[in-house]
T-cell receptor, first 115, second 111 residues
Framework: DTGVSQDPRHKITKRGQNVTFRCDPI?????LYWYRQTLGQGPEFLTY????????KSRLLSDRFSAERPKGSFSTLEIQRTEQGDSAMYLC?????????????FGPGTRLTVT | AQSVTQLGSHVSVSEGALVLLRCNYS??????LFWYVQYPNQGLQLLLK??????LVKGINGFEAEFKKSETSFHLTKPSAHMSDAAEYFC?????????FGGGTRLMVKP
């Protein structure tokens, strides 16, 4: 299967701890997106990369959130000093950057529970 | 700013009945619109997309949607519901380098 993969699938952490999630996009896709989905809601855009460049990060929820894509392949999303309100599903998607609209393919998500 | 509204957070139909899931959009430019389906504990799967080539768009699993500019709508339909269609459905608009999603509609299919 060459779809978008995310690791871990589930993460339980205590309030105040840092967490990091990984996303591996479809190999030929140069765009990578992060979304957050809370229970009963649609996904909410956080940030996106084209290759290694982070082109939009104003939607990151606070300065506790950061994302990287150092070599233009996989990406990581880090949340520092987690709070209970950070409990959500974090979704990664990828797309080509060749022609709009960019059809996004989603991974299975990482479910974060902050206790 | 572009946005979408999905009317009805829950829709229940009988197996074999028509499925109609509503989506209205707001956009200052001609929109690109998408429908995604999400099964429990899974990511989103693209059902279909509107890119202005044709107003009636056919997707996977027998779903289709019609773009109506005059009504700013992009409703999703399927002539005959199957038990396997039970899932959460999201309408989304391409807001330029990101998708803006509606709140979702949970479809329940009764035997």
């Amino acid at each position: 299967d060459t779809g978008v993969s995310q690791d871990p699938r589930h993460k339980i952490t205590k309030r105040g701890q840092n967490v990091t999630f990984r996303c591996d996009p479809i190999s030929e896709h140069n765009r990578l997106y992060w979304y957050r989905q809370t229970l009963g809601q649609g996904p909410e855009f956080l940030t996106y990369f084209q290759n290694e460049a982070q082109l939009e990060k104003s939607r990151l929820l606070s300065d506790r959130f950061s994302a990287e894509r150092p070599k233009g392949s996989f990406s990581t999303l880090e949340i520092q000093r987690t709070e209970q309100g950070d409990s959500a599903m974090y979704l990664c998607a990828s797309s080509t950057g060749s022609m709009s609209p960019y059809e996004q393919y989603f991974g299975p998500g990482t479910r974060l529970t902050v206790t | 700013a572009q946005s979408v509204t999905q009317l009805g957070s829950h829709v229940s139909v009988s197996e074999g009945a028509l499925v109609l899931l509503r989506c209205n959009y707001s956009s200052s430019v001609p929109p690109y619109l998408f429908w995604y389906v999400q099964y429990p504990n899974q990511g989103l799967q693209l059902l279909l997309k509107y890119t202005s080539a044709a107003t009636l768009v056919k997707g996977i699993n027998g779903f289709e949607a019609e773009f109506k500019k005059s009504e700013t709508s992009f409703h999703l339909t399927k002539p005959s519901a199957h038990m396997s269609d039970a899932a959460e459905y999201f309408c989304a608009v391409d807001a330029g380098n990101m998708l803006t999603f509606g709140g979702g509609t949970r479809l329940m299919v009764k035997p």
